[in-house]
């Protein structure tokens, strides 16, 4: 389950490749670009759950994740995929609303580099990148998390319970400050995944 929206933002990107080309390219692209083609797009968060490791807890979390055709043109045209993993945690209370322990965000940005012909992947909480051969091949990256460490232990009460939720969102935007203003009449694109939330007894 997802929800999408649109919202008209001026972009902003580097410069890669021939300016010309990917002008043409992009122009090209955006005259059949609207928003109806993505409504096949699936993002649900598919399974999650933390495990302790040194005291500390862990996040491993998988998604149901496809961008269709359009989307995938799009991102060798030279729009960049934003994609953010939200994270709560909330102390279960009886007679009260939850209490909030803790929220965060982990953030990935895939863009594609016409020099090398290779799709980058970088984490923007971390800095680091890795570089993929194929789009699919960086798309099931993106959709699998692993031991991402989360709170540590000793935040949460012994003989309490908590809910953790996570979603997914995804923003496909414009990159290059040079060819932003192709882009002046056109909508960004994003999409939402439902909540997934499980609890645990400490």
Known sequence: MLVMSNSCRVPCLRRQGSLG????WLLCFLATFAAPVFA???LEVTAASVALDEGVFELDATLDLAVPEAGRRAIEAGLTLELDYQIQIARVRRYLPDAEVASLQQS???SYHALSQR???RNLNTGEQQDFGTLQASLDRLAEVRGLPLLDSSLLEPGSTYEFRVRAELNLRTAPDSLGWLLFWTDDW??????YAWTLRR
């Open 21 to 24: 080309f990917r002008a043409a």
């Open 40 to 42: 096949d797009t699936r």
């Open 108 to 110: 990935y940005e895939l």
């Open 119 to 121: 799709y980058l992947l």
């Open 190 to 195: 994003s999409a939402t995944s439902e909540w």
